[in-house]
């Protein structure tokens, strides 16, 4: 993943009508669910545990290993298990910070306007013009990098994209009766704020959330590609993927097996995400005879 | 109602005003940042010489680099460079950092700017045949690639292309700026992931104009769907799609560096990294003075296109 | 005497693999040179039936039976299994049969000219015209449907035009090719009366002119009453009734007919009014002013020049204008979400800020407003029970049997309190916006529009119900609204605007027996009526 | 430089680079280095990549072959006093450089007292021992050390020798664009951060290389070196360990493997903590198990090391030994000294100097872990870590390496046991002595006191040795090369089969 953003127009809330790459979706995202869940209540669970003497056992060759080893002769099965859970986590943790983050920020600017917007204009300029890469290069020269660092960093300066978009939203809504009308009955800008504007952005929020997810995924593992972010021993998809790619003549799994893993997870929020965007196709302009 | 008149040489002047204090906010911030975490990322001198060089050595080579000055004058002296232009000589490398790099802009204005118009251009292109053919198939295959395309890193996927097309088919060059040739592979890597994106945000804005009242009176006139869809839905479909479009290329500026890395390729993300890394002040500052100028400058222009295009945003 | 459109048995359905009908055996025609009235209840298949003639059925519903022809082609024969394909449409489309939809405001592109837009409409059928002759042909097609300085107008998007302006360049465009067949679906429904007769008039000159047959979809009867030769009735997706226009006005045959006459608004005034006297005004609004700044210009926009208004309790007071005369603004005013510039308000008896945010609580209960857009005016994620029992949580008085009191006093019983506004009709939307507004029991209930979006037979109940309330509560009404037979029948008092300034005050029955500004007779000569003067193309049977 | 190149890449330009493909042998070698390069001004720049180029394009006065020998170069002979303060060199006769300046021993002198002229440069740290240089006639020139130093004539194989005038018209900023020297090749075109284009020197006054010209081009991925070696668009490519065994099985490339002069080791700040126990430090060094770290996972190309010093530097001793591996020893140890558990900081770099640093860290992590430390594990950039050891700020062990391009002992010892030293956390007075003692003695005797000092060092458990790796290459199959112990290119010697 390159670092450019990846911001999306305010889409359309629809009804859930069950399509088959919904289907797929969840098929594909549970799967990685499952692993997670699954896999650390099995005897053989020891994502640390070394054994140079076994160190890249290909995969179904060892019942120990049913995956194989990586370098250091650890668990693959296990590690592929822990580090969905790592970058899950920290990912899921991620998107809602900057959900959150983003949606206040985009409803106060698009509530209020004015000053406060321009401000919000100028600090999001800045967040955008100011590589989060070289950021977290510079904070990790002084802090040590871990995870808690890359989810706090990622966690403040991703969240443009979803001030753009409640910024749109809630500068329409402030236009709406139904939004004005809670005024003129005595109620204040809190009441409104509270009633009204969060309850009508939250189902946007949610949607360009679930495209992030794939986004944070791939950035958290960029990160990782260089040196920042989850720190070893504990595993993370882009660190294995990383990993692996030394690998890759010899021992190729070392690196397909969580890519393979991470494409289920995001490849299935994405397609479960795209099941709340897909437009009623065609509209006005589809083909045009009689039939 | 009274027609409103075109913008005057007022609103333009304001508009021009607004934009540069807003540029000019922005430079500030940034270079603001940035002095902060330089200072905050320690003294170079011990990363600039050898293991042997001792402690001593190190802090007459830090004092002489200006940091034994008070911090307030040291951020002043960083304000006057940026005013002059004169960001002083790289550390490491013992050149005018402005020069450094602007010898690494063009490697990495092409790369953006080929990924940018080729992924936009391709965006375009299917974006347009699913809705005219009004496939469902073709939309799925679309979608499905767009998802697996953005399922796997940069750096996985820029390798993988290289052991197919370097060293399977020993088509393309691996690495380097030496040829026409070794501009591909990284600019497949980067327009790939950009067509994905741009693709999903015009197919979303095609579909809803596709909805407009206008379109159907188009129809109804007897116009060609394709008619419509080149003269009157695209021009309006591309609107939202080119303001996304700037953010990301000011960002694409940036934040090549993965690419970079897998391909060898001489840009300014590899450089700021390694110069950030390695507490290369002069190269950080002017580094992120020309992004952020390069963030305000494209986004500048996608709002004048924007106006251009659509007149009505110009009176708000 | 030719046919120009036949429909025989026409059936849509929806797709999908449970099908709706929609529209059931439907079947009309129209003559070369006659115009026909297509009336009936919202919804009950007006527009799908027009669109399946030039193949514009939206996405998810298609004809599944019947005919349709255009001009001795048949483009659709269910049973013998005809159907034009997109070639033979485009080539009809525009040229035999052209359209004026209802929204003008949507109906144009936004980001070009209008000239240009007319120009490609020209161009369509007539490729061979050099594009510096089509344009000019635009410019004349919209001379010709009276649009001033076209020339200069053409090079304006369509954002730079008024609503009126616009549905002329939707006509220019229509006529463009001299079509057989014009087919009008709600052309004026978005434009006050005085537009609204204009509109119509340029229709007949232009039938006058080629000669074409006109299809007419509108909820108002007097439009038809005035523009039409034959009528037909839908309801429910059938056709109840078809006839000669006046016939059938005259003497419906249908009971479904007889009750769209019934609701429609009486020409008279209210017998007893309800002020009462001894209490405390209203609303007394002295010399209001109303600015809008807007970019780029020094001075701002004046909407509401020196407006006075008093509204004693119990009284309803009318504001008619044409679109754009501060009517809105004179409320936004009084209610303080729009802040007058100068002025006083005062409101039951106590004077208030002129900003919504300066007033207290018990300010802001006092005047209470229903808004002119039913659609925007309710929150779509609240049922119907939270959002009237919003305003009584915001003052902590909530109570349950309060809030069913306040349904029940609309006419909404219990089954709708669960209910979306999703869910609602736009008369039951407008009556939950009234139950609302009551809710805190305001002394000055602000109307703005609150039927213009509703078909006679609902618009009839909700102004029942306002009557009713008023007597019941000595409410004051300040009632906004371009429907002069609505404004008749309620008002006990009309204001006339015209560009932000009052040009007459009077009494109600005044203004309709003797009204004095030559504004407010232009627009009371607007009015169509079920006896109004025909308006018509050349005689159709000649 | 700079202008015509932004033209020619403002205008999409590109040179046409790329292999001769043609039939005959190739002459051209492209050769990837790991790290960009820094000023190509010989006086100031000393960082050890940039001695690939300056190896090519300057002569120094000695040089240090393949094997780690001393060779002359510029210098024919060099000869000291009896106290070994006072080293006269011989200069080669005729020597020109590539603008026809001659090279004598002004320019030698020049060169040195330039370098000894600014403290804060980067070769200032090499000549420490240095109290002045003099040209004593054309071609002598004598340097005065400060106090006895017996491997003095390696620490000027590091040093290039510009020519003075030339050097002086052009000024040090435009003599690093356009650099000049007497060496077998010249520069052609320097693209800074990009590639370094050499061409030979027909006129070199030795003996001519084989190979016409060289380009050197950072390239900073692993991955990125070996799949440019195997898609052809690099001949030779330092590679990790990992990869030697995929690229050997490939026909369009080779594999050399070198031992390299260096040592990965662990450093121990002994003088905090549970870590001032020499108990403790003692099992820390019988914990891990260091032949599992070379056969395991670096699959065999690396070497355990008993001392501080590779076999390839001047110094080693093989009678120096470490205890081993003895993890129930250690879990003794720990007993003994009464070890609770308190966690043990474990610094080390993520990426840089040690290949596969985060696997070997995790190693020691779990070695460690296993006979009953608590080790903190931490990360950090290269350049944070050394800063971080630099700035003494190692709090408990951390992982480092230490590769003398000398090929000499004294630079090493005098970081890691004199007081000035980086790594010397221990600041033991008897290695202070020992170290500096070294100097002052020749042959034999010499190194015994190296092999005292080592001897003590792991006695002390100040530092653990770890293992000497291997420089691994892949390259054109049809190479003809000997890789350096210190990993830096010389393709003087170079030709294609
Ligand atoms: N795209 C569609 N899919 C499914 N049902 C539709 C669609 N468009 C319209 N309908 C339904 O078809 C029926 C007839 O709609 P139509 O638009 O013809 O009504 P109408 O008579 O024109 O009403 P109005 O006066 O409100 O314009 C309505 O019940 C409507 O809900
Ligand atoms: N927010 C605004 N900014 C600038 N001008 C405005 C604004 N709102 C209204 N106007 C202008 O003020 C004038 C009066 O508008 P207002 O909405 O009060 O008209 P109205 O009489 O309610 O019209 P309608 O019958 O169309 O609702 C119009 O010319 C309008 O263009
Ligand atoms: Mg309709
Ligand atoms: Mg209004």
Known sequence: ?291 | MPGRPSPSVIDVLLFIARRLALAVATVLAVVTIAFVLGRATGEPGALLLPDNATQADVQALNSSLGFDRPLLVQYLDTLVGLVTGDFGDSYRLRESALGLVLQRVPATIELAFWAFLIGLALAVVAALTIQLTGSRVLRAIVGWAGAIRQSVPDFFFALLLVLVFSVLLGALPSLGRTSYASLVLPVATLATGQFVMYLRLLDAALSEQAGQDYVRTAIAQGQRRSTVLFTRMLPNAIVPVLGMAGLNLGGLLGGTVVVEVVFAWPGLGKLLTDAVSQRDFPIVQAGLVFVALAFVIVNTAVDVLVRRIDTRTAAA | MSTVLRIENLRIETDGDTPRTLVDGVSLQVDRGESLGVVGESGSGKSLTVLAALGLLPVGTRVTGGRIVIDDRVLVDVEADVWAGERELRALRGRTAAMVFQDPMSSLDPLRAVGAQVASAVRVHAPRLSRRAARERAIDLLTSVGVRDAAERAATRPHQWSGGMRQRAMIAMAIAHDPLLLIADEPTTALDVTVQAQVMDLLAEVRDRTGSALVLITHDLGLVAENSDRLTVMHHGRVVETGATRAVLAAPAEDYTRRLMAAMPAEQERATPAVRTGEADALVAENIVVDYRVSGRKTPVRAVDGVSVRIAAGETVAVVGESGCGKSSLAKAVLGIQPAAAGTVVVGGVPVRSELAARTAAERELAQIVFQDPYSALDPRLTVHELVAEPLRIRRAYNRATVGTLLADVGLDESYAKRLPGQLSGGQRQRVGIARALALRPRLLVLDEPVSALDVSIQAQVLTLLDTLQREHGLGYLFISHDLGVVRSIADRVIVMQHGRVVEEAPTAQIFSDPQHPFTRQLLAAVPRLDGPRRTARPAAA | ATGTLLLSGCAGGFDEGGDAGSGDTPTRIVAAIPTDPTSMDPIKSGALVVLSVFFHTFDQLVTITADGELAPKLATEWTPNDDLTQWDFTLQEGVTASNGEAITAEDVAFSYQTILADPTGENFAYLSSVASVEAVDDLTVRFILKSPFSAFPRNTSLISIVPADTYQEMGADAFAQAPIGSGPYVFDKIQTGVSYDLVRNDDYWGAAPAIESISLQPVSSDESRVNGVLSGSLDVAPIGPTQVESVESQDSAQVFSALSNGVVFLGVNSTSGVLTDARIREAIGLAIDKEAITEGLLSGLAEPASTTLAPAVEGYSDEVTDPGYDPDRARELLAEAGYAGEPIPFDYATDGRIPLSADVAQTIQASLEDVGFTVDLRGADQQAHTLKVRGREMEGIYLNTWAPSTVDGDLPLTDLYEPAGNNNYAQDPRTAELAAEQRGVEGESRLDVFTELLSYSNEQGYYVPLYVPMNNYAADPDLDWTPRADGLFDFTQTSFK
């Not at chain 1, 790619?245 to 479960?272: K, N, S, T």
Request: net charge positive.
């Open chain 1, 1 to 291: 993943m390159t670092t450019s953003l990846t911001l999306a127009t305010a889409p359309v809330v629809r009804r859930w009508r069950p399509r088959p790459g919904a289907a797929v979706g969840a098929l594909m995202l549970g799967t990685v669910l499952l692993l997670t869940a699954i896999v650390p209540l099995l005897p053989g669970f020891d994502p640390m545990g070394q054994d140079l003497r076994a160190a890249l056992r290909p995969p179904f060759a060892d019942p120990a290993h049913p995956l194989g080893t990586d370098a250091l002769g650890r668990d693959l099965l296990s590690r592929l298990a822990l580090a969905s859970a790592v970058t899950l986590g920290m990912t899921v943790v991620i998107v809602i910070m900057n959900a959150v983050l983003g949606s206040l920020i985009g409803i106060l600017a698009g509530y209020y306007g004015g000053r406060l917007e321009a401000l919000i204009t100028l600090v999001s300029n800045v967040t955008l013009a100011m590589p989060v890469v070289l950021l977290l290069i510079a904070i990790c020269a002084v802090l040590r990098p871990s995870a808690g660092l890359t989810i706090l960093v990622l966690g403040c300066t991703w969240w443009v994209g979803y001030a753009r978009v409640t910024r749109n939203i809630a500068a329409a809504l402030r236009r709406q009766d139904f939004v004005v009308s809670p005024l003129t009955q005595g109620g204040d800008s809190v009441w409104v704020l509270t009633r009204h504007i969060v309850p009508n952005v939250w189902p946007h929020t949610l949607i360009i959330a679930a495209t992030d997810v794939a986004t944070i995924v791939l950035i958290t593992s960029s990160l990782e590609y260089l040196g920042l972010g989850v720190q070893p021993p504990v595993p993370s998809w882009g660190s294995m993927i990383f990993d692996g790619q030394r690998h890759l003549a010899g021992d190729p799994w070392l690196a397909l097996l969580p890519g393979l893993v991470m494409l289920l997870a995001v490849g299935g929020v994405q397609f479960l995400s795209q099941q709340f965007t897909a437009e009623t196709r065609g509209g006005l302009l589809r083909k045009g005879g009689m039939r």
